[in-house]
Structure formats: structure tokens, C-alpha cells
């Protein structure tokens, strides 16, 4: 096994603590909120709703002109070298996405019955001690009520809603489904028509299925199969597998 | 990896998703900065209504702040995040399911590789984050440069605005302005201005793939949209169309 195996187990199976014990500590804040600001409890008056106001509009402006002034890049950079020096990619499991594809499929069948990296923490899948970007409000009060779409993030689907998902679906897919049998015998037809239904099922089918049909497609060759042909106006003389 | 044709009828997946209304942009913004509702106004001086671009998973609007500054503001369309995360869900058992098939073998790995790295496009504050850590690893690039967050919430990023062009747009101008002459394309593009799309993308594309781990999809979106702006003035005439600046705000959408 790797040490970068190893450190990555060992980085999932301590996510969680870290993560628990960490739970209280605040992110490396960009403004702090005016100590006139913290209010007790009871419904915002006018004034503490114009104080709100007035510190987010403030705290906007003021986080634009850090980043425009690149003190966000120098913060990011020191940011950076504490943290081993590579700014890390996060996936939205809450998981460093520096992982060896066998060892996620691994972890899925120990903590998930779907073959699915499990959500650790869905609204901000951070490790804490990154930079923080959003801000807070650390009055007692809320200033907007909560929003459906919002808090759905934390939901976990359950299988009554990916039945009538998969249902939904597959009234889409079932064009490209039901002449599956003809696309395996007929090059014409599927050359010609079936991989069109498809890409128009995926076109229908929503975000996720737009993105794996973008993925897929420029996991091709992208630029040997469109942009050479285009700038020097042939393709290329041997096939795509020999190129 | 899939046959080529399949892969032809993939690549016109675009992004021209429908916008969602200007009351559900409002709330998100509104309830992210918790700030009461109706009060947009009274932290920014104003906002487009009107979207610049919509994508799959989040749509663009323009603002002005109240000290002056345009920004771009990126609100993530109803239920996507839910809805991604059925899907994936869904694709995974279907790709479990399909797998033993000779032709089918790479689809599961694809499914798998595919949602967990891309995935993160669902929650926008993992999406500001990436901007960061790509504005970071491109520092030392002149050429090329992302748009800068500076605030982020699961469904909402404020961030610069950067004026640029889509790449596929650019061709699409040339093509038709060849096709006008009874040329093609690689007639009438200038040879600086291809052979700087040309490397400068490969080089852009690669390095976010191998180097900085990721994975882009569409990757013809964000190639020039952010390097379109220092390339020098086309130097022949060109019907207004080629040149009319479609600010184009948004990246991997």
C-alpha cells in the first residue's frame, strides 16, 4: 500500500472526528460582525433589520475590494502552505478527490448500500479549516425565513422519491430503450438516429445526465476530433484509436 | 473509450437550459445573505432581472453594487442539488447493472469517476472554491484567468465580472463568415489567433486534468471565454456579429 493510499484512508476515517470536534469552531473569517450587531432574542426590530442591511452591504463591498486588491490571493497562498502546499479539488462528498478509484469503491460497499461515496456533510463539505467564503450572522436573530430549496441539500433521497425518479426517467429513456434491439443490428439506424435519441434522453433528463453526456464526450479526443479539423481544415489521415 | 458517434451526437448537448424566474433568483440571494425579503435593493444598486446565461445547474445574473463595482452573481436553479443527487444514484445502479456487458465495462467507472469529481457542481460554495483554488494554480499564467469569488453559499457565488466570449461561438462566426465566402473556416481565421486558442487551451485543458485533478466537461466554454479578451483585434473586416461582445459570465455551468 501507498503512503498516499494511507493517507487517505486514514484521512476519510478520521474525517468525521475532526470534523465533529471541530464542529464549534468558526472559519477563518473575512469581516467581523459589529459588536452592534449582536442582539438578544425576539423578532429584529427595524433598526436591527437596517443594521443588517447595512453590514451586508458594507461587508460585500469591503470582501470585493480584498479580492480585487489581491490580498485574497496572498491569503489563499499562505493558506495554501499551511496546508502541505497544493491547493486541494473537493468533491461534494466531503472528501479530498485525490483518491484511487478502488479505494472509493471500497469505502461504498462498507458504508453505503448504493455505490455511492457517502455524504459526510452536505451543505459545506469543506474540510474547517479552509478559508471561508460565506459569512455567517451571529445575532440571535434570522433575517429571512427558510427557504425549501435550501435546506432540501441536507436530504438524503429516500427510496420512494428514487422510485418515482427512476419512473420519470424512464419515460424519458424509453424511446432510446425500446429500439435498443434495433441500434444492435442496424449500424444505420444507430449511427444515424439512435445516438441522437440519446443525447436528446440526456438533454431531457435533467442536470446530471447533461453533465455525464459532456464528460463522456470530452473524454474523447475533444480537441484532435473538433478543433484541428477546424483550424487546418482536415482530419486526421489515421483513425482516432491509432491517433 | 464510446464510439465516435455517439460521441458526435453528445457534443451537441448544450448549455441553453431554461432560466428560472426572477422571484426564485431574488429569495436565494435574499435568504443566502440573510437579509429580509424585498430588501435586494437595498444591498445592491442593481441587479438584472434578466439572466446573462443559463446553464444546467445554475443560471448567471449582472449587479452593481452600491460602491459602484459590476459583479456577476451565479444562482443555482430549483432542485438540482436533489435532483443530482437521485440521479447519481440511479446512474450508479444502472451502471452496476449494465457493467457486465462487454461494451458496457467503462461505464460504471466512468459513472463513478464521473460523480464524484464533478458532482460538487450541485453545491456552488465547493464551486467557489474550486474558482479559488484555479485562480491560484493559473496565477503565473498572463493569458488566462477566472473569474474571482468573494462570496459563496450552496446556491449562490458573487463573484468578478470577466467579459469573454464562448469558444464554440467564435468558430461558429468564423464558419459562417467562410461559408459567406465559399472558404472554410481554417481560411479565415488568422494563424496567431488559432495557434493561440489552439495551444493556449490544450495547455489550459491539460494542466486542469492532470495537474490541478479537475475534470471539466465543458471545457469549449471556459477555454476562451477567458482568454478571448487578450487576444489582439482581428485584423480584417468581419461582419458585426463576429465582433458584438456577448458577455458570456460563467464557468462550468
Known amino acids: 500500500m501507498t503512503n498516499r493510499r494511507r493517507r487517505s484512508i486514514l484521512l476519510v476515517a478520521l474525517y468525521p472526528l475532526v470534523n465533529v470536534s471541530n464542529a464549534s469552531t468558526s472559519n477563518t473569517p473575512i469581516a467581523t460582525l459589529p459588536t452592534s450587531m449582536t442582539l438578544t432574542g425576539g423578532q429584529p426590530s427595524e433598526q436591527d433589520i437596517q443594521n443588517r442591511i447595512e453590514f451586508v452591504k458594507t461587508t460585500l463591498s469591503d470582501r470585493l475590494h480584498y479580492v480585487?486588491?489581491?490580498?485574497?490571493?496572498?491569503?489563499?497562498?499562505?493558506?495554501?502552505?499551511?496546508?502541505?502546499?497544493?491547493?486541494k479539488i473537493f468533491s461534494m462528498h466531503g472528501v479530498d478527490v485525490n483518491f484511487e478509484l478502488e479505494e472509493l469503491q471500497n469505502l461504498d460497499r462498507d458504508i453505503n448500500l448504493f455505490p455511492l461515496p457517502h455524504k459526510i456533510k452536505s451543505r459545506d463539505p469543506f474540510l474547517p479549516d479552509r478559508l471561508n467564503l460565506s459569512f455567517g450572522n451571529n445575532t440571535q436573530h434570522s433575517f429571512h425565513p427558510p427557504v425549501k430549496s435550501i435546506s432540501e441539500d441536507k436530504n438524503v433521497p429516500t427510496t420512494l422519491q428514487l422510485s418515482l425518479r427512476a419512473t420519470k426517467l424512464s419515460f424519458h429513456f424509453a424511446p432510446a430503450l425500446s429500439t435498443a434491439w434495433l441500434a444492435l443490428i442496424s449500424k444505420r439506424f444507430r449511427r444515424g438516429v439512435w445516438y441522437k435519441w440519446i443525447a436528446h434522453c440526456l438533454a431531457e433528463s435533467g442536470a446530471a445526465f447533461i453533465?455525464?453526456?459532456?464528460?463522456?464526450?470530452?473524454?474523447?479526443?475533444?480537441?484532435?476530433?473538433?478543433?484541428?479539423?477546424?483550424?487546418?481544415?482536415?482530419?486526421?489521415?489515421?483513425?482516432i484509436p491509432h491517433t | 473509450m464510446f464510439p465516435s458517434a455517439l460521441c458526435d451526437a453528445l457534443s451537441n448537448l448544450h448549455n441553453d437550459a431554461p432560466a428560472h424566474p426572477w422571484d426564485f433568483t431574488q429569495t436565494q440571494v435574499e435568504s443566502s445573505l440573510d437579509i429580509p425579503p424585498g430588501s435586494l435593493f437595498q444591498v445592491f444598486k442593481a441587479f438584472d432581472e434578466q439572466p446573462l446565461a443559463s446553464g444546467s445547474v445554475a443560471q448567471v445574473h449582472r449587479a452593481q453594487l452600491h460602491s459602484g463595482e459590476v459583479i456577476a452573481a451565479k444562482v443555482r436553479h430549483p432542485r438540482v442539488s436533489?435532483?443530482?443527487?437521485?440521479?447519481?444514484?440511479?446512474?450508479?445502479?444502472?451502471?452496476?447493472?449494465?457493467?457486465?456487458?462487454?461494451a458496457m465495462r467503462t461505464v460504471k467507472d466512468s459513472v463513478y469517476q464521473f460523480s464524484h469529481a464533478m458532482?460538487?457542481?450541485?453545491?456552488?460554495?465547493?464551486?467557489?472554491?474550486?474558482?479559488?483554488?484555479?485562480n491560484y494554480n493559473f496565477r503565473n499564467w498572463d493569458t488566462v484567468r477566472f473569474p474571482r469569488p468573494f462570496y459563496a453559499s450552496s446556491s449562490v457565488i458573487l463573484e468578478t465580472f470577466e467579459e469573454g466570449r464562448i469558444v464554440t461561438g467564435?468558430?461558429?462566426?468564423?464558419?459562417?463568415l467562410a461559408r459567406s465566402?465559399?472558404?472554410?473556416?481554417s481560411d479565415v481565421i488568422p494563424v496567431e489567433e488559432a495557434k493561440f486558442i489552439v495551444t493556449t487551451g490544450v495547455s489550459l485543458y491539460l494542466k486542469m486534468l492532470l495537474l490541478d485533478n479537475l475534470m471539466v466537461s465543458t471545457i469549449f466554454q471556459i477555454l476562451v471565454i477567458y482568454i478571448f479578451s487578450y487576444l489582439p483585434s482581428l485584423a480584417f473586416p468581419v461582419s458585426s456579429p463576429l465582433l458584438e461582445s456577448y458577455i458570456y459570465r460563467h464557468l462550468f455551468m
Open chain 2, 119 to 134: 458532482a460538487a457542481q450541485a453545491h456552488l460554495n465547493v464551486e467557489g472554491h474550486h474558482l479559488e483554488v484555479l
Open chain 2, 170 to 176: 467564435i468558430l461558429d462566426d468564423f464558419d459562417s
Open chain 2, 82 to 102: 436533489q435532483l443530482i443527487e437521485m440521479d447519481f444514484r440511479l446512474m450508479a445502479l444502472a451502471a452496476a447493472a449494465v457493467g457486465w456487458l462487454p
Open chain 2, 181 to 185: 465566402m465559399n472558404l472554410q473556416g
Open chain 1, 68 to 87: 480585487l486588491q489581491g490580498k485574497r490571493m496572498l491569503d489563499f497562498h499562505a493558506w495554501i502552505q499551511e496546508q502541505g502546499g497544493e491547493a
Open chain 1, 211 to 239: 453533465k455525464w453526456g459532456q464528460y463522456v464526450f470530452f473524454l474523447t479526443d475533444s480537441f484532435c476530433l473538433v478543433i484541428v479539423p477546424f483550424f487546418f481544415g482536415t482530419s486526421f489521415p489515421s483513425s
